[in-house]
């Protein structure tokens, strides 16, 4: 039961950052966003973004393969990322292919850049993804997981983890 509240945590703590993340980048994107409006950069009205937080989850489970590399030190963590980047960019392709082709909505479009494959991947985010990967591993996950073990132990936050998920879960209706 606490896996299941620990990663609930950290799959709230994704959407809710990736939500922040996307709006500031929106923001100061201008070839995206000429006028420089504050937008929702998702389908849901709340600030909340499901796939960031399926990434954040991914994240934290394959740092738990670190120690699994044949190559430890720098090598190894180099090689940690790199699998870390390749993860979150299939993410953004699986998820990108249910929108366009299931669902019939669009969310981004990478058909402007170089390398894309469908508008929905391409070289350049799929760096940034790596430098966020990174950012992760050398100065976020150890945080993260004290931060989640704390939610796990103290039920009353708990309680608020799942409050969320259910705004969220109502907000898909």
């Known amino acids: 039961m606490s896996f299941f509240i620990k990663i609930s945590s950290i799959f709230a703590i994704g959407c809710s950052f990736g939500w922040v993340l996307e709006v500031v980048f929106r923001h100061f994107c201008r070839s995206a966003n000429p006028e420089g409006r504050w937008i ?9 973004l499901p796939i960031y937080g ?6 934290y489970l394959l740092s738990g393969i670190e120690n ?20 979150v960019t299939l993410l ?8 366009v082709d299931w669902l019939n909505f669009d969310l981004w479009d ?17 760096f940034f993804w790596g430098i966020i990967c990174a950012f992760y591993l050398l100065l976020v996950h150890r945080l993260l997981v004290s931060f989640a ?24 209706l």
């Open 40 to 48: 929702n950069p998702g389908y849901l009205k709340g600030p909340w």
């Open 54 to 59: 399926f990434g954040l989850c991914a994240l």
């Open 68 to 87: 699994l590399l044949p190559i430890g030190g720098a090598l190894g963590k180099l090689i940690l990322i790199v699998i870390m980047t390749f993860s």
């Open 92 to 99: 953004e392709l699986v998820a990108g292919l249910i929108y």
């Open 110 to 126: 990478y058909s402007g850049e170089w390398g894309n494959f469908r508008g929905l991947i391409c070289p350049r985010f799929a």
């Open 149 to 172: 073990d704390w939610i796990t132990l103290n039920a009353s936050l708990s309680i608020f983890v799942g409050i969320y998920l259910g705004l969220m879960s109502a907000d898909t």
